[in-house]
C-alpha cells in the first residue's frame, strides 16, 4: 500500500516515446512541474498531452513542448504561449482544441469507465460537423482536419457524442498527500488535477506535504488513493516554487483623493 518513491526520476523512468500523458493544472496553478522536469530528463519524445493548456512562461509542459517533445496536444485553451502557437501554425503539432468543459467531462468519464456521453457543447459548430485543424501543413493550409461526430436528438435537443478519454500516465500536483495515495488539492489548484489523475492508467502524484496513513480525515479527500499508483514528496524548495502568470494591480490612489 505504501506508493511513495524516492525522486521524481523513478516515477517517470517507464514513460517511454510516444506515451500519452494526462497533466493537472491551469496556468501556472497546480502543475506538476517536478515530475514534467523529469519526464525532459529522461528525454521522453513524441508524447501525447492531454492538458487545459501546454505551459506559460517557459514554466510546466512549456518545457518539453519548447524541446520539441510534444507531438500532439488535447486541450481547451493555447493563450499567450507563443511558442505553442509557432509549433501549431507552423504543422510541427498536432492540436485538438475543445471546450474547456468538455475536455473537464471526457477525462472524468475516461476515469469512471464510462466511454463516451452526448453533450450540446459545440453543436452547430465544427466541434461536431468536422472540419476543425489538428494540424497544418505549414504553408497555411490544413493537413489534417477534425472529422464529423455523432449528434442524435433529447427530448426535442440536439447532442454530440464525445469520448472519454483514458491515457497511458498522469502527471498531478496536490498540497498534501499519504502513502496510500489520498490526494488534498489547495484552492485554485484543485481544476483539472483530479479528472486528470482519474483518466492516467498509472496515476503520479507530487506532493507538497507527506503525511501518514490516517491523518488525513476521510472527508477532507478530493481523490481517493485508489486512482493514484506513485507518490513523490517534494522538497520545501520544489513546494515553495510558485509563480505568479499574470499580476494585476491598481494604482495608488492620489493623494488627497479618497477610494470607493
Not at 3 to 25: F, W
Not at 131 to 158: H, I, M, N, Q, T
Amino acid at each position: 500500500m505504501d506508493k511513495v518513491v524516492a525522486t521524481a526520476a523513478e516515477a517517470v523512468a517507464d514513460v517511454r516515446d510516444g506515451a500519452s500523458l494526462a497533466v493537472g493544472g491551469f496556468g501556472l496553478s497546480g502543475v506538476p512541474n517536478a515530475l514534467i522536469q523529469a519526464v525532459h530528463e529522461r528525454g521522453a519524445s513524441g508524447l501525447g498531452v492531454v492538458s487545459n493548456n501546454c505551459g506559460a512562461m517557459d514554466r510546466g509542459l512549456a518545457v518539453l513542448l519548447a524541446a520539441g517533445r510534444i507531438a500532439r496536444v488535447t486541450g481547451s485553451y493555447i493563450g499567450a504561449n507563443k511558442e505553442f502557437a509557432r509549433q501549431y501554425l507552423a504543422g510541427e503539432l498536432e492540436v485538438e482544441l475543445i471546450p474547456q468543459g468538455t475536455l473537464a467531462e471526457r477525462l472524468r468519464a475516461g476515469g469512471a469507465g464510462i466511454p463516451a456521453f452526448y453533450t450540446p457543447a459545440g453543436v452547430g459548430t465544427q466541434v461536431a460537423e468536422g472540419g476543425l485543424p489538428w494540424r497544418y501543413d505549414g504553408k497555411g493550409g490544413v493537413a489534417v482536419a477534425s472529422a464529423p461526430k455523432e449528434v442524435r436528438e433529447f427530448d426535442g435537443r440536439a447532442y454530440v457524442l464525445e469520448h472519454g478519454i483514458r491515457t497511458d500516465f498522469a502527471l498531478v500536483r496536490a498540497a498534501k498527500g499519504d502513502r496510500h495515495g489520498n490526494l488534498v488539492f489547495a484552492k485554485s489548484a484543485r481544476n483539472f488535477n483530479p479528472l486528470a489523475a482519474m483518466a492516467g492508467r498509472v496515476t503520479i502524484a507530487e506532493v507538497e506535504e507527506l503525511v501518514e496513513p490516517g491523518e488525513i480525515d476521510p472527508g477532507h479527500v478530493h481523490l481517493p488513493g485508489i486512482f493514484v499508483q506513485r507518490v513523490v514528496a517534494l522538497t520545501p524548495e520544489q513546494a515553495a516554487d510558485k509563480q505568479i502568470e499574470r499580476r494585476t494591480v491598481s494604482a495608488p490612489p492620489a493623494r488627497g483623493t479618497v477610494s470607493v
